[in-house]
């Protein structure tokens, strides 16, 4: 989905996604089996849109038990049990460098300001695509 800053397109996708975490156990029974990973990754293109759209997800999960956490710079995260991950180019590559997690899971893939990710990280996002099944 493409359109201007500010026109809705975060709360277009959000509760679609929201609504696949919480029906998790009919729609990803197999994934379910595999260890950790993220069932969605959303990159953003700053930390403080990783923090919005954290804000605006950790509200609705907070009774399914779901856990979204935000990375947006380099070092340790525990990433067990993790259904959402929020998170920047250089945070992602970094966690891919350490295999911070496994992204086999991954069945949702959403990229805040496209345009402007795809320009300077497309190499990053292939790679990223190739990690996932």
Do not use: W
Not at 20 to 36: A, H, N, P, V, W
Not at 91 to 100: F, R, T
Not at 105 to 118: G, N, Q, S
Request: include cysteine; hydrophobic fraction near 40%.
């Amino acid at each position: 989905m493409v359109n201007d800053a500010k026109s809705g397109k975060t709360m277009a996708f959000l509760p679609i996604l929201l609504s696949f975490i919480m029906e998790q156990k009919d729609r990803y029974s197999k994934l379910l089996k595999l260890r950790g990973g993220p069932f969605v990754v959303i990159l953003c293109r700053t930390s403080k849109r990783c923090e919005e759209i954290q804000d605006l997800i950790n509200p609705i999960l907070h009774k399914y038990n779901t856990k979204c956490t935000s990375v947006t710079k380099p070092g340790y995260i525990n990433m067990s049990k993790l259904e959402i991950l929020i998170t920047m180019p250089t945070a992602l590559l970094h966690m891919i460098s350490v295999k911070a997690t496994d992204y086999k899971r991954v069945c949702h893939f959403v990229l805040e300001d496209a345009d402007i990710i795809l320009k300077s990280h497309n190499k990053l996002i292939e790679k990223f695509l190739n990690l996932t099944d």
